[in-house]
């Protein structure tokens, strides 16, 4: 499988600040990248799906690729309470996905 | 529209048991997979099925391991005598044809003591 590293954390924020979270890969032919969010004791929920370099926002949270750093990052705005989870990054190998470590978040109030 | 589902989300056995678990797709999805997790780590690819077609399974799955989809719809997990490195959260996920978004069931979450 292809290789996916995460700072794995914890990431500890204040509520309303942003939370940042990074993800390198090791396949520079990868096309396509995928944060999961997962909370304790559950499964993982898609939250952001990206294809094209640059930024792609969906409500608070924004994802960035840059495949020529083989980078992408996922930003969280205006963080809150329910946003404390581990967040995966996932790189397509062909149809399947290879997953990094996760990073988790908390967030303070 | 009804998401991923899987039975059992619990299951405890004893080493050398056989166990199955089961995974409903997403109705219009004929893509399926098998994905293992444990504590700390990411979910490891197993295998996938497009319709009934086993296309792919990993190196980590070993002989003890086989998995079907006989009509294209539902799947099944199998492991036969269970050791307890086998105890892992086991996650089905299901996609449609050419998309790469998966999306996962609640998981079945196996003890082996």
């Known amino acids: 499988q292809k290789e996916v590293e995460q700072n794995s954390g914890p990431l500890s924020v204040p509520e309303g600040a942003i939370a940042s979270l990074n993800c390198t890969y090791s396949?520079?032919?990868?096309?396509?990248f995928f944060w999961y969010r997962q909370y304790s004791g559950k499964s993982p929920e898609l939250i952001m799906s990206i294809y094209s370099n640059g930024d792609k926002e969906d409500g608070r949270f924004t994802a960035q690729l840059n495949k020529a750093s083989q980078y992408v990052s996922l930003l969280i705005r205006d963080s809150q309470p329910s946003d404390s989870a581990t967040y995966l990054c996932a790189v397509n190998d062909d149809y399947k996905l290879s997953f990094g470590a996760g990073t988790t978040v908390t967030v303070r109030a | 529209d009804t998401g991923v589902s899987q039975n059992p989300r619990h299951k405890i056995t004893k080493r050398g048991q056989n166990v199955t678990f089961r995974c409903d797709p997403i109705s219009e999805h004929n893509r399926l997979y098998w994905y293992r997790q444990t504590l700390g780590q990411g979910p490891e690819f197993l295998t996938y099925?497009?319709?009934?077609?086993?296309?792919?399974k990993s190196r980590l799955l070993s002989d003890r391991f086989s998995a079907e989809r006989p009509k294209g719809s539902f799947s099944t997990l199998e492991i036969q005598r269970t050791e307890q490195g086998d105890s892992a959260m086991y996650l089905c996920?299901?996609?449609?044809?050419?998309?790469?978004?998966?999306?996962f069931g609640p998981g079945t979450r196996l003890t082996v003591t």
């Open positions: 396949d520079r032919g990868s096309q396509s």
């Open positions: 099925f497009q319709n009934e077609a086993q296309l792919e």
């Open positions: 996920a299901s996609s449609l044809a050419g998309d790469y978004e998966q999306y």
